[in-house]
């Protein structure tokens, strides 16, 4: 019984160090550690707080009331749509944003960086698609990794073509 409880007692505490270990999930290694690799600037720089978190705006885009368009104007709208997207972007307003699959109500997110639904709110009303009714969006406090203000420049490097 002494031998088992020493088994076992070391085994919890070898458990307990923040040596890096390795695990093997389908035959792959990974290396997994407790203690984070903490990079002051980029925490900076992307508005960090002492948890890597910031806060954000995030929109729930719905099907706004006009719904009834010919398909050249639904085109020339998702095109105007798609320019203020980039638009936002390039001004580092909005972080991220993209299409939900299907045909739901809910037809995209935007996560803004902002940090009230006011601001949020006067960019939406940027979008040709809310001007137009087509769209109509949801705003929402939403507290997210500071590490989505990389997102974008990261994009560039995996997208062969750009919107």
């Known amino acids: 019984m002494r031998v088992f409880f020493f088994i076992i007692s070391f085994a919890l505490i070898a458990g307990c160090t923040n040596e890096p270990k390795i695990a093997l999930a389908d035959k792959t290694p990974v290396i997994t550690t407790k203690e ?17 978190m ?12 006009n719904k009834d368009l010919d398909s050249a104007e639904a085109f020339n709208l998702q095109i105007a749509h798609m320019e203020n997207i980039g638009k936002m972007a390039d001004a580092g307003q909005l972080v991220l944003a993209g299409p939900f699959m299907g045909d739901g109500e ?10 009230t ?28 990794s500071a590490a989505l203000m990389g997102i974008n420049d990261e994009h560039k490097r995996v997208a062969k073509t750009l919107f």
């Open 106 to 115: 809910i037809r995209g997110i935007y996560i803004f960086n902002v940090t």
């Open 36 to 52: 984070p690799v903490f990079d002051s600037i980029k925490a900076a720089q992307y508005g960090a707080d002492e948890y890597g």
């Open 117 to 144: 639904v006011e601001e949020a709110k006067e960019l939406t009303e940027t979008d040709p698609a809310i001007k137009a009714g087509s769209l109509i969006m949801n705003l929402l406090p939403w507290y997210g």
């Open 54 to 65: 910031k806060q954000y705006v995030i929109a729930f885009l719905k099907i706004g009331p």
